[in-house]
């Protein structure tokens, strides 16, 4: 899968733009498909529970937690998936036991005991919390459903209004609930594959429940900071418009995302062309006097600098193509080469096999790169110590910001009138971030 985001051709204006990309990220239905008599793709039908829904609206790598679980199973054994909403778990559970869905997925607080299934083992755990949210504008109304999981709350936190309120749903006050899928036992065929990717999942070198779960909630700050997320908005609709057109350009010219440009800019210096940090970086894009002079460009001028930072970053993407790494991964990889170069993410990678890891995954790099910090750590790849933990840091934060940013687009927020703009002179790509 390619990791290419938001890069429609849009001859509309900026509602119809955003509208579009919005509808790109709503992949359940409540309505099955048709199939014919030569499909050969056969279809799993997955009830999903409504409070995991919100989620995939807004989440930028995939679409969230749950539903990747089940397309990482329909992917292993060639189902197709079809979405189900369901309201409540007795609405599933009757689909299921009609014969109407085959699996239930991201539902708590289920048994072995209902006829006609069987239930699989927790997976993962999280507090329902009841959320309630003030009367706001038509145009902010979130349509959110009243209870929802906590990490899904905390992906949803800089879109709420002000004044939201959460409060347990029930007894997961004082307990995590456990999800479980539940599936039909009268496809032998179908129960046969649940016991044996359950089985895979149990083993201690399988990865995969871990990955998703850093891969949809790892980048979320330990404390949500309200300052900070003012600070992007302001900067959105003050800044932003000065740089719009050379940012929208670089990042089709570079074949990238635009909004993971802006992120990266935020992060760097706050649209501030003037930024120069402790360690002589500047300009923009903070690029060093050895980047900037390999790129050709002077990184004083804000417009050079988001040019070459732009190519710079396709540049590392590009480097990476043999390694065959997961895209998401390699997107990371990217981002972390961009901020400590590529030799030290090189050494990350050979730590973390040294290590006895795969050096092949965001998840496992994020935990060896501040080891580089250590003499005897940056020894065993060769190298002098670095400061890895500022690495992760930016990766983590570009992340969180991409986050917001893709929300404020989905979302048809304000802001994103500062943002169609920049993808309304974008080009369909075949390849690239």
């Known amino acids: 899968m390619k990791a290419i985001l938001f890069s429609p051709r849009v001859r509309r204006g900026c509602t119809s733009c955003i509208v579009f990309l919005a509808c790109l990220l709503i992949p359940v ?3 099955l498909p048709e199939t014919s008599a030569e499909q050969s793709i056969p279809v799993l039908r997955v009830v999903i529970a409504r409070h995991t829904v919100p989620e995939s609206r807004i989440a930028p790598f995939g679409p969230g937690f749950e539903q990747g679980l089940v397309s990482a199973f329909c992917e292993e054994y060639g189902y197709t998936p079809h979405w189900i909403v369901a309201g409540d778990q007795q609405s599933a559970i009757h689909l299921l036991k009609e014969g109407q869905a085959d699996i239930m997925a991201g539902f708590t607080g289920l048994s072995g005991t209902i006829p006609g299934t069987q ?14 949210t003030p009367d706001v504008a038509d145009n902010e109304t979130l349509e959110l459903p009243p209870r929802m999981e906590s990490q899904t709350i905390e992906l949803w936190r800089p879109f709420l209004p002000t004044g939201h309120e959460e409060h347990p749903a029930d007894s997961s006050e004082v307990e995590e609930l456990a999800h479980c899928w539940c599936w039909r036992d009268d496809d032998a065929l179908l129960a046969f594959r649940m ?30 900071n309200p300052d900070d997320l003012k600070e992007l908005t302001d900067a959105i609709k003050l800044r932003l418009p000065s740089y719009s057109k050379t940012i929208a350009l670089a990042a089709q010219n570079a074949e990238i995302d635009p909004l993971l440009l802006i992120a990266v800019i935020f992060q760097e210096s706050r649209f501030d062309p003037k930024t120069v940090s402790i360690t002589g970086v500047r300009g923009i894009m903070q690029l060093t006097a050895y980047t900037a002079n390999f790129l050709k460009v002077d990184r004083h001028d804000p417009d050079q600098a988001i040019t070459g930072g732009a190519r710079y970053l396709r540049y590392l993407w590009d480097s990476l193509e043999d390694l065959r790494l997961d895209s998401w991964d390699r997107w990371f990889f990217t981002l972390a080469a961009f901020n400590q170069g590529p030799r030290r993410l090189e050494g990350a990678m050979e730590l973390s096999r040294k290590l006895g890891g795969s050096g092949r995954t965001w998840q496992e790099l994020k935990q060896v790169y501040p080891l580089l910090s250590q003499r005897e750590y940056a020894a065993l790849v060769g190298q002098n110590t670095c400061r890895g933990g500022e690495a992760v840091s930016f990766v983590q934060n570009v992340r969180w910001y991409y ?18 703009p920049l993808f309304l002179a974008s080009v369909p790509v075949t390849g690239g971030i």
Do not use: I, M
Request: aromatic letters at 10%.
């Open 195 to 224: 016991h044996e990717f359950w089985q895979q999942r149990s083993q201690s070198d399988d990865t995969l429940l871990a990955r998703l779960n850093d891969l949809h909630f790892g980048f979320l700050p330990r404390r949500f």
């Open 119 to 132: 239930t699989g083992p927790a997976y993962h755990h999280a507090k329902l919390l009841t959320l309630s």
């Open 29 to 31: 239905s409540s309505e």
């Open 403 to 420: 986050h917001v940013l893709h929300g404020l687009v989905t979302l048809l927020r304000p802001e994103a009138e500062y943002l169609t």
